[in-house]
């Protein structure tokens, strides 16, 4: 995800370059994910201007049954990086009032790690189902619906529920009377 941009930092605002990301990166340190898409580099007034729009895949757990799924990521963002030194004449450049993450080293080297990582987070989904009818997981035994893995009702309850089911039935039948 390194860009080196000292040519293009010594070009004139509006001068651009058009890469592709087609790499592999780590959203949390251990998992890694397979990022692709276009990226475009602006020369601004006062740095350059990263925009890219990437798709990935993620792994993660159905919110209702738990199986394993694998679902699509799509990710947008367009950040002005500022170097760290002017690229000219190599001095160092005045912080802006505004400190930002998101510089362009003294080697010229522009990182989209970090906004990569938060394009991440925003992208990620409300809610991940397996299927949007996916049934879930019985709430009293954790069997899961989808299969007919729940037993409760079949006469098979393990003995050290059973107690507890009566109880319940004992409550339910006091909230009718
Ligand atoms: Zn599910
Ligand atoms: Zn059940």
Not at 12 to 40: C, I, K, N, Y
Not at 69 to 82: A, I, K, N, V
Not at 113 to 141: F, H, K, N, S, Y
Request: hydrophobic content about 35%.
């Amino acid at each position: 995800m390194l860009f080196n941009v000292s040519q293009l930092m010594r070009e004139p605002v509006g001068a651009r370059r058009q890469a592709a990301m087609d790499e592999d990166w780590s959203p949390d340190g251990t998992s890694t994910v397979h990022l692709f898409g276009p990226v475009s580099l602006l020369r601004t007034d006062l740095g350059i201007l990263a925009t890219a729009v990437l798709s990935s895949e993620a792994d993660g757990v159905c919110d209702r049954c738990l199986r394993p799924l694998r679902y699509p990521m799509h990710m947008e963002f367009s950040e002005e990086f500022l170097p760290a030194i002017d690229p000219l004449t190599g001095a160092p450049t005045p912080d802006p009032d505004d400190p930002t993450p998101f510089r362009i080293d003294k080697q010229h080297i522009l990182d989209l790690d970090e906004i990569v990582r938060q394009a991440w987070l925003l992208a990620q989904p409300m809610q991940t189902l397996c299927r949007v009818e996916c049934a879930g997981l019985c709430t009293d035994c954790g069997g899961d619906l989808n299969t007919g893995g729940c037993r409760c009702g079949t006469g098979s309850v393990d003995p050290r529920w059973a107690a507890l089911a009566a109880l319940r039935g004992e409550t339910d039948d006091a909230r009718k009377g």
